[in-house]
T-cell receptor, first 114, second 113 residues
Framework: NAGVTQTPKFQVLKTGQSMTLQCAQD?????MSWYRQDPGMGLRLIHY???????DQGEVPNGYNVSRSTTEDFPLRLLSAAPSQTSVYFC?????????????FGPGTRLTVL | SQQGEEDPQALSIQEGENATMNCSYK?????LQWYRQNSGRGLVHLIL?????REKHSGRLRVTLDTSKKSSSLLITASRAADTASYFC?????????????FGEGTQLTVNP
């Protein structure tokens, strides 16, 4: 099993550009989530999904969209990139709800917005 | 503000010593989890302890939970240089659906050879 994969590993955007961060898992996990990690602030939840076709907002959803058309994939879209979105983005998945299950994390995408 | 807060922010010890990290939280929880993050990598799950458990072991790791004090501790015994990493606690966010996990800011552990 590849586990949780994320692409790209690094990305540089200009302010106003849009892009999609890809996340896929091959463990048939129902729950998937996106976090951003900034220095000194831990991980903050952006969006999450409890199953295909179901998504919900986390702590910091503004400026991001998600969709979950399949169990395996959970892409994160930046609509109009801003310097404040410079961060490291992690995708995670688990068999069930996050609070009750071990989270499996991807390797992260380091995004810089100029 | 974060539900879970780790203490200390940074810890430096010698190989072979024990390392203790603490996590405090504000609202009642169902479970508490500990994760490790090596530099430049994703987080790796270490232990999940339920609110009705007081202590849990996994290899050189020992986690305690005191719900009356709303705190947890992670003890790493006989530390190794490879234990150098950031350690995070994660808890319920205070809402009841179980969908949201809230992470603290982490403790940076350095184990010197």
């Amino acid at each position: 099993n590849a586990g949780v994969t994320q692409t790209p590993k690094f990305q540089v955007l200009k302010t106003g550009q849009s892009m999609t961060l890809q996340c896929a898992q091959d463990m048939n996990h129902e729950y998937m989530s996106w976090y951003r990690q900034d220095p000194g602030m831990g991980l903050r939840l952006i969006h999450y999904s409890v199953g295909a076709g179901i998504t919900d907002q986390g702590e910091v959803p503004n400026g991001y969209n998600v969709s979950r058309s399949t169990t395996e994939d959970f892409p994160l879209r930046l609509l109009s990139a801003a310097p404040s979105q410079t961060s490291v983005y992690f995708c995670a998945s688990s068999r069930g709800l996050a609070v009750y299950n071990e989270q499996f994390f991807g390797p992260g995408t380091r995004l810089t917005v100029l | 503000s974060q539900q879970g807060e780790e203490d200390p922010q940074a810890l430096s010890i010698q190989e072979g010593e024990n390392a203790t990290m603490n996590c405090s939280y504000k609202t009642s929880i169902n479970n508490l989890q500990w994760y490790r993050q090596n530099s430049g990598r994703g987080l790796v799950h270490l232990i999940l302890i339920r609110s009705n458990e007081r202590e849990k072991h996994s290899g050189r790791l020992r986690v305690t939970l005191d719900t009356s004090k709303k705190s947890s501790s992670l003890l790493i015994t006989a530390s190794r240089a490879a234990d150098t990493a950031s350690y995070f606690c994660a808890t319920d966010s205070g809402e009841t659906s179980g969908s949201r996990l809230t992470f603290g800011e982490g403790t940076q552990l350095t184990v010197n050879p």
